[in-house]
């Protein structure tokens, strides 16, 4: 399943959050992050179960607050020292990385592709108003979250990413291909990496 980045945004759907573009800053950013990941989920929850597994959308969702929970845990100090709008925009940014990740790989049984994609080109609606600076600190921070990925699935993920969603033109990123491309959760992810 691809990403189209030259697909609009189906008749009627509109994310709620993309209203809130207008000053730039990484709390307006966070804030966008998190109002794609929220509304992308609520759409998927309308969806036939025959469509979209309710037992999948679970899942992903019981994992995107494991991983919020764990990235404020590690934010924290920097929470206390009063860099909460750096914060929020990387703990909202790795949300929309797995979102994005696990539409973009998952299983056809647990959504439909059609669904899917919808789901995904939704998603992005909001990078077309983004400003400049906004488009180019919104790539600064998936940078950094790819270079700091050490699982390789992610990592290739985080590096498509803002090519998929219209934040760079030009030609496609040569990103290093993974064994395995599939999502992986957090909790999977980190028990690796424990035992390394």
């Given at each position: 399943m691809?990403?189209?980045?030259?697909?609009?945004?189906?008749?009627?759907?509109?994310?709620?959050?993309?209203?809130?573009?207008?000053?730039?800053?990484?709390?307006?950013?966070?804030?966008?992050?998190?109002?794609?990941?929220?509304?992308s989920?609520?759409?998927?929850?309308?969806?036939?179960?025959?469509?979209?597994?309710a037992?999948?959308?679970?899942?992903?969702?019981?994992?995107?607050?494991?991983?919020?929970?764990?990235?404020?845990?590690?934010?924290g100090?920097?929470?206390?020292?009063?860099?909460?709008d750096?914060?929020?925009?990387?703990?909202?940014?790795?949300?929309?990385?797995?979102?994005?990740?696990?539409?973009?790989?998952?299983?056809?049984?647990?959504?439909?592709?059609?669904?899917?994609?919808?789901?995904?080109?939704?998603?992005?609606t909001?990078?077309?108003?983004?400003?400049?600076?906004?488009?180019?600190r919104?790539?600064?921070?998936?940078?950094?979250?790819?270079?700091?990925?050490?699982?390789?699935?992610?990592?290739?993920?985080?590096?498509?990413?803002p090519?998929?969603?219209?934040?760079?033109?030009?030609?496609?990123?040569?990103?290093e291909?993974?064994?395995a491309r599939?999502?992986v959760?957090?909790e999977?992810?980190?028990?690796?990496?424990?035992?390394?």
């Amino acid at each position: 399943m691809q990403w189209n980045r030259s697909s609009c945004p189906p008749d009627g759907m509109r994310l709620a959050g993309s209203a809130i573009v207008g000053t730039d800053g990484d709390a307006v950013l966070a804030g966008l992050l998190r109002g794609v990941v929220a509304d992308s989920l609520a759409w998927l929850g309308e969806y036939p179960e025959d469509q979209v597994d309710a037992g999948a959308l679970a899942a992903i969702r019981q994992s995107l607050d494991w991983l919020s929970q764990q990235l404020q845990a590690r934010q924290g100090d920097r929470l206390e020292s009063g860099v909460m709008d750096e914060t929020a925009l990387k703990v909202s940014a790795e949300l929309f990385v797995d979102l994005s990740w696990w539409l973009d790989t998952c299983p056809d049984e647990e959504v439909e592709p059609n669904a899917a994609v919808s789901v995904l080109e939704n998603g992005t609606t909001f990078t077309y108003e983004l400003s400049d600076q906004q488009r180019g600190r919104l790539v600064e921070v998936l940078g950094e979250i790819g270079a700091a990925e050490r699982h390789e699935g992610r990592r290739h993920a985080v590096c498509r990413l803002p090519f998929a969603i219209g934040l760079v033109d030009g030609e496609e990123p040569e990103c290093e291909m993974p064994v395995a491309r599939e999502w992986v959760r957090l909790e999977d992810r980190a028990d690796d990496q424990a035992k390394i």
